[in-house]
């Protein structure tokens, strides 16, 4: 999870560009600016940033960097800049007309401090469904019947909140307990709503997302108590 002080540090790295067009890369020279756009609609990468030229030429995708993509939902500000181009026609290659190795493209990426006053009230609503699965967590052992109560809430909150928009999602650090509450659901026996917890939650679009362990381990619940299910009924 995000630290207010990690929010706050410039962040340096380079990164190379993806799919890229061999025309444009080879137009393209060292230190040149070049500039981002969020493509919410690829079909394979819902992280996918599209790289273009100053007048729009389109270079190719940054693929797979959630850290990027997350910084530009968030409204942040950025530097980007052609660090190397790699391929391309040697010496002699170009002597008669060949076009040599394929081009890339590596970028130097800057990204600046986030604005946090400007988003301060998307920051509050994840810190209240942070304290939300907190209190949840803290009832586990003494009193599960609350705990599941809160995790209930805190998921729902999370509903609320990501239906503010992608920009609102960015800002959300918060993952939903899916695991944790599927867990107690089938501790406590109640195994139909566990299984419908997990449904639901591998059908919802999750932006932030949950880390691998937890995947696993609702997907292997999910099959535990679907084969629990058909035995019963």
């Given at each position: 999870m995000d630290t207010s002080l990690e929010l706050k540090l410039e962040q340096k790295y380079t990164c190379k560009i993806s799919d890229s067009s061999q025309d444009v890369i080879a137009g393209c020279s060292l230190s040149e600016n070049v500039y981002f756009n969020r493509d919410y609609n690829h079909p394979d990468d819902k992280h996918a940033v599209s790289v273009l030229r100053e007048h729009g030429e389109k270079i190719g995708y940054i693929r797979n960097d959630s850290k990027l993509a997350r910084h530009l939902d968030r409204e942040g500000e950025y530097l980007a800049t052609v660090n190397k181009i790699i391929g391309g026609p040697n010496f002699f290659q170009r002597i008669f007309g060949l076009k040599g190795k394929k081009y890339s493209c590596i970028l130097e990426i800057v990204l600046s401090d986030l604005d946090l006053e400007k988003h301060k009230l998307f920051i509050a609503g994840d810190r209240e469904i942070s304290k939300i699965i907190l209190r949840a967590e803290s009832h586990t052992k003494d009193n599960p019947k609350l705990a599941v109560k809160n995790y209930q809430q805190a998921i729902n909150a999370i509903v609320e909140y990501d239906q503010q928009g992608t920009k609102a999602q960015a800002w959300r650090r918060s993952k939903i307990p899916v695991n944790k509450l599927s867990m107690m659901?089938?501790?406590?026996?109640?195994?139909?709503?566990?299984?419908?917890?997990?449904?639901?939650?591998?059908?919802?679009?999750?932006?932030?997302g949950i880390d691998k362990y937890a995947l696993d381990m609702i997907q292997k619940r999910m099959k535990r108590i679907s084969k629990k299910l058909a035995v019963s009924s």
């Open positions: 659901l089938e501790k406590q026996g109640k195994l139909a709503e566990a299984l419908e917890i997990i449904d639901w939650y591998l059908g919802y679009d999750d932006y932030v």
